[in-house]
């Protein structure tokens, strides 16, 4: 029934690849720089203070079961991360013209928005990623019979945002395509748009009546500040788009496993608003059905706990600036330490890029070397985790690099 020609073997996922043979590595001296998990300076993962509190809290609560949780999830947990990410006083939410539900993390939001445009887009059905973009994008939209084209987003010569090329390939793009857009931190290369540049983007989006979907994985991770991460969408709420929106609890919570996310959709403001987003609420809770049946409750569980309570959320506040102060630091001290080192070429953009990654800059080839001769690990097109680096072995990175460089 399945012989190689029908169902040939496929490759291995290049990312957890790369893990496996980092683990196989017995090098004392190993770095790993490929997995966008945070780490603390012992290069372990953190348990966020104030998830241990809230999993605390959960575990003494007498009534707490395990029965199924709603279709759409829970809903002190949906409503809140509507709030986290549209604002309080988004228009959105007053006008009530939002629809959220839990889905499994960030993966599965970006799926169920794919999803329900397979079933349901009538634009040009292709999606319009950055180049490059987080490699899952295009098998997720490919999987439900989304196509993807790309728009130029890294600029190689600067190590910044090639903002021309996007905005006009963006222009270029057949009238009302679907724009894969990425709030902030962008993955892989940390590379943002300012806001006015985000401004000239919506004028160019909104010229070509094309559909915004932004994929939020790295709120309060890549500035500390939960609003001026949420910054840009935000915005193209206030100019009245409509648009969907993947949210993942996974890294800024430090929830990686747990699963914990949400899918808002938001319809343009007008009076048959409520309407068209409950019809829309309806066809989500039918795909979800399909799907996966119910949410899972323990992440969710906690991100609402902490949601909900004010001393909490402040707590979560200062564990966010915790992580995103330990990877600018560490962003400063590589610079540093390369331009003391007089490594060739310029450093700058490794402080000026932001978030849990870094796109150095490093040919495949140097990755190679690297790998090989001192034992770091990092995928092949460059991109270094920040969170990866520590001041145990920030010394020995910078000077491995500086020898495969020079
Ligand atoms: N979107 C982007 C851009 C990401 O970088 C990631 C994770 O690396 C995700 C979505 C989804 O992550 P998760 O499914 O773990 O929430």
């Known amino acids: 029934n399945f012989p190689s020609d029908v169902v040939p073997q496929a490759p291995e996922d290049p990312l957890f690849g790369l893990m496996a043979a980092f683990r196989a590595d017995e090098s004392p001296d190993k770095v790993d720089l490929g997995i966008g998990a945070y780490r603390d300076d012992n290069a372990k993962p953190w348990i966020l203070p104030v998830v241990k509190k809230a999993d605390e809290i959960l575990r003494n609560d007498p009534d707490l079961n395990h029965e199924y949780a709603p279709i759409a999830g829970i809903q002190s ?27 499994i993390s960030g993966t599965g939001a970006v799926h169920l928005g794919a999803l329900f445009l397979a079933k349901f887009f009538k634009g040009n059905r292709t999606v319009y990623v950055s180049n490059p973009t987080w490699a899952n994008h295009h098998q997720i939209f490919s999987n439900v019979g989304i196509p993807t084209k790309q728009y130029p987003y890294f600029d190689k010569k600067t190590k910044g945002l090639d903002f021309e090329g996007m905005k006009n390939a963006i222009k270029d793009a057949p009238e009302r395509s679907i724009i894969l857009l990425h709030p902030c931190a962008h993955n892989p290369t940390g590379v943002d748009p300012t806001l006015d540049q985000w401004k000239e983007l919506a004028e160019v989006i909104r010229s070509k009546n094309h559909f915004p979907f932004f994929d939020s994985a790295y709120q309060g991770f890549a500035s500390g500040n939960l609003a001026r991460d949420a910054a840009s969408v935000r915005y193209f709420v206030e100019q009245g788009f409509e648009l969907l929106i993947a949210q993942s609890f996974a890294k800024n919570f430090g929830l990686y496993g747990e699963r914990a996310g949400c ?84 450093w700058n953009h490794i402080t000026d890029q932001i978030g849990m990654f870094s796109f150095t800059g490093l040919t495949e080839e140097q990755v190679m070397r690297l790998r090989k001769e001192s034992h770091i690990y990092m995928t092949k097109n460059g991109r270094i985790s920040m969170a990866g680096l520590n001041t145990k072995n920030i010394d020995y990175f910078a000077k491995a690099v500086h020898a495969v460089v020079s």
């Open 263 to 346: 899918f808002h959709a938001v319809t343009a403001p007008g009076p048959d608003a409520q309407t068209t987003i409950s019809r829309i609420a309806s066809q989500l809770a039918i795909l979800q059905r399909s799907e996966i049946s119910n949410p899972p409750l323990y992440g969710a569980r906690i991100v609402s706990l902490v949601l909900n309570d004010a001393k909490l959320f402040a707590e979560w506040e200062d564990n966010l600036t915790t992580m995103s102060g330990r990877i600018m630091d560490m962003r400063n001290s590589l610079r540093a330490k390369l331009e003391e080192l007089g490594t060739p070429g310029t």
């Open 77 to 103: 947990f949906t409503s809140k991360a509507a709030e986290l990410m549209l604002g309080a006083d988004s228009p959105a939410l007053k006008e009530k013209r939002s629809a959220s539900i839990q889905t």
